[in-house]
Structure formats: structure tokens, C-alpha cells
């Protein structure tokens, strides 16, 4: 699998050695890093690009050499700092819109790299302004996947306070630390130092967003926060008798069969062993596994409260399902059905909720998102 280790910075390129530092040479065991990606501001850009790039000098070639690591190993070039606002040029986030913009930017770019379900993410938020770790710490909780990473790097108070430390090279050097006319007031050694990173455990809420659509941020916010709202809010019920699906205060009539197979999922939900739902999918079925004599059973039992057992519906169903002429198809297209009518009746952030969803590997297992504390008996 791929690591793409994504840093925001400002004038301080320290951290982005530091950090390929910690994960390729301290973590033990370690994780290779294939790429790096920067997103800084054009003041910053010029800065990193100076300190690190510079093929006479550049800091990172120094790097890789003191580990005899190929310079060709780990893709980071001029083309991999990227100056956020565009065309803006901005210096700094020193107003609103600066904010605004850079937010957008930097929750698109993660979006963006998290395409490609082979690839692992690092997001490093110790450098730059904080604004800009709060968005890149954002872009992962909205569209980071299960593998993906965020990361604060921490350094030996002495050695963040100076320009001139990088990394902990494998020959200690002497390093003087200046007071602000360049004076040098004190010698450190590199031997001395720490390089760590605290890992971050953070929310994931990809899957429950599943939004497709390039919105600005504060678009994306609000959004995430109606989705959210209707999570916690919505109660959902069933009158089997009269086919409705009573969804918070509004009524859906589904056909006989659709009903039938909605509830077998909501039952599933209330049965399951696990007190809280949260992202668990162990009440959630595959195809194959709704075809089951005890699926089958269940399903019978809730078409008998709308049709008598001597009905000839009842009967048909019944002996179908005796039979096993029920393929997989029967149930795709009868959700399919299911979730078309949904839509039809419900806001994008309801439908979200009440939908039947796939998950899992290959989104191969299907159940209902809601919480089982909202589905009322």
C-alpha cells in the first residue's frame, strides 16, 4: 500500500523533516513513506522550497544521503508544495476569506487523494497556523478511511526553538542556538534530541456522509451538521397492517413484499447484541444470506399480518419461498424499489438515515444506518 504523508506548513520546513524523521528511521516498526505532499502559503512555499529542495543544499537530499536512502525512493519535488489561495498569493491567513478559501482547499485536497483506496494518508498538523491543522484535521475526519493517520509531531523544547535542527542525524552535530541579534548563547547536540509524533484517534464519517457533490466548505459544515442532526432526532416506526413507514412526522407506503423486507432489516437491528450501533454493520446481510429459510420465515410472518394465510398472495409467497425461486435479484431490485420511493419522499439528509445502505467489503452487506434507540416497537 501506498503512504502519502500530507503536511501543512508555514516558514517553519522543520517539520515535514522531522516528521519523515520519526516514521521512517523512530517508529518502530517503521512505515515507509513513498510521497509528501506540503500545502503551505506562498510566503512558505518559497521558504520550504530554499530549505529543502535546493539540490546543492536542499536539506531533504541531506536526509536521504545520511540514510542512504535513493534520491528517487520518496517522491517530493518543488511540484509537491502546494501554495494554497491560488492565484491569491496569499501570505498569510490573516482575514476571513483567506480562511475561508484555504479551508476549502485544503478539505478538497484531502478529498481528492482518498480516491484511491490503495493508498494511506498521513496527515501531519504540527506546522503552519493552527487554522490550517483544524482544517487539514477536518479533511480527514470527513473523508479519511480506516488505514489513514493524523499525526502531531513533537521535538525537544531546545531543538524547536532553533532553525538549524531538521532531524536527528546518525552523526550527532553541535548546534548553537542565537538569541534574536544572532548571537549564539548556547550549544546543543543533536544526540540529545527527541523527535516523536502523537497519533490522533479522530471520527470517520465518510461512509455516513457519502457526499459526492464539490460543495465549499461552509456548505460541507452545514451539511454535516443537518446529517447529523437528523441522526440523532429521527424515530422510525412501521404499521404493517397499512404498509405505511412512519419516518419521523412523515408517512411512506411501500408495497406489501417492501415493507415486509424493511422491517426484517429493522428487526435485525433490534435483535443485534451490540448496545450501541455507532458504525457497527453486524445486523447488516448479504444478499446470500437473505436467502435463508429463517429470512424467509421472518418475511412470512410480517406478510401474514397483511395477508391471511389461506390469501392467495400469502400462499404464492409462501411457496416460492418453499421452493427457493427467490434469487438474489428478488431482493436487489425490491430494495432498489424500496430506496427509489424513499427518495421520493424524503430530503437528501432523511434519505441519508432511512435508506438501505451497502457496506463492508465491496459494499456487498445491506442494513439501515439509523440507530436502533430510534425504531419504536
Known sequence: ?????VCVAGITPQIITE???????????PIWIDEIYVLTT???KETIINSLLKKEHGVFYKFL??????FQKIKFNENSVIQLG?????????TDMDSAVIGNEIVNFIKKIAIDKNTRIICSIAGGRKTMGVYLSLGLQLYGREQDILSHTLVSPDFESTKDFFYIPPVPENIGIKDKNGKIIKIINTKDATIMCSEIIFVRLRNFLNIKDELFYDDLVNIVQKKVDYCGTKLISIDLKNKALLLGNKKVILKPIEICLYNLFLSNKKMCVQEFCGDCTDCYMS??????QEVYKNILRFYNIIYTENSGQYERLKESFKNDEKGEDFFSQNISKINKTLKQHLN???????KISKMGKYNKRYGIYV???NILS
Open 86 to 94: 491560488g492565484d491569491s498569493y496569499i501570505k498569510d491567513i490573516s
Open 42 to 44: 506562498s510566503v512558505g
Open 19 to 29: 516528521t519523515l524523521y520519526y516514521y521512517l528511521i523512530e517508529k518502530k516498526p
Open 1 to 5: 500500500m501506498k503512504t502519502i504523508l
Open 371 to 373: 440507530d436502533k434507540k
Open 65 to 70: 544521503s545520511d540514510f542512504h536512502i535513493g
Open 287 to 292: 444478499l446470500n444470506e437473505m436467502r435463508s
Open 348 to 354: 437528501p439528509f432523511e434519505f441519508a438515515v432511512y
